[in-house]
């Protein structure tokens, strides 16, 4: 009986409306390999509705999205994650779970991503805090992609991703 092959996690993290979803979507269409992608704000209605913001919350729901994520990618599958997971130890702990793990920061400036928000996040941050000041930037990114339609940042992800599925 042959090994079950192990996929990968993409996780796409960045500021609320940096262009991750559209990334997402862009890097499945790019992939040569079975793929799926998980958008956070579609698991958030999907999984449990009454989910909300606070950090016990967020804390919940990253875990459960990790786990969700590694758990399909353990069936052959690129799973690209469409999350901003505002804290490190979110992305890190996705890391821990996936058998093959890879972040992408999606880059976007503050002003940019408050032109493209839909859902008055921005619109309603106090104007001393900047939402920034919640999100712990990425240290060590495997890759950086500039908003969700860096063709370059996709080509290069789909590349290792080939590479991983080879191994």
Same mark, same amino acid.
């Given at each position: 009986?042959?090994?079950? #092959?192990?996929?990968?996690?993409? $996780?796409?993290?960045?500021? #609320?409306?940096?262009?991750?979803?559209?990334?997402?979507?862009?890097?499945?269409?790019?992939?040569?390999? =079975?793929?799926?992608?998980?958008?956070?704000?579609?698991?958030?209605?999907?999984?449990? #509705?009454? $989910?909300?913001?606070?950090?016990?919350?967020?804390?919940?729901?990253?875990?459960?999205?990790?786990?969700?994520?590694?758990?399909?990618?353990?069936?052959?599958?690129?799973?690209?994650?469409?999350?901003?997971?505002?804290?490190?130890?979110?992305?890190?702990?996705?890391?821990?779970?996936? =058998?093959?793990?890879?972040?992408?920061?999606?880059?976007?400036?503050?002003?940019?991503?408050?032109?493209?928000?839909?859902?008055?996040?921005?619109?309603?941050?106090?104007?001393?805090? #900047?939402?920034?000041?919640?999100?712990?930037? =990425?240290?060590? =990114?495997?890759?950086?992609?500039?908003?969700?339609?860096?063709?370059?940042?996709?080509?290069?992800?789909?590349?290792?991703?080939?590479?991983?599925?080879?191994?």
């Amino acid at each position: 009986m042959s090994e079950t #092959p192990q996929g990968t996690v993409v $996780w796409l993290t960045g500021l #609320p409306q940096s262009g991750k979803s559209t990334l997402a979507l862009r890097l499945r269409d790019a992939l040569k390999a =079975p793929s799926v992608v998980l958008d956070s704000d579609q698991l958030r209605d999907d999984m449990t #509705p009454g $989910w909300g913001y606070s950090d016990a919350d967020r804390d919940a729901f990253y875990e459960s999205v990790a786990r969700l994520a590694a758990r399909i990618a353990r069936q052959g599958l690129i799973v690209i994650v469409a999350a901003t997971a505002n804290r490190a130890r979110y992305r890190a702990r996705a890391r821990e779970l996936a =058998p093959a793990f890879i972040e992408v920061y999606v880059t976007a400036n503050e002003d940019e991503c408050a032109r493209r928000d839909g859902k008055g996040l921005y619109r309603d941050r106090p104007d001393n805090l #900047p939402s920034a000041a919640t999100y712990d930037v =990425p240290t060590e =990114p495997d890759f950086t992609a500039t908003g969700g339609r860096d063709d370059a940042a996709i080509d290069a992800i789909a590349t290792r991703c080939a590479t991983a599925a080879s191994r």
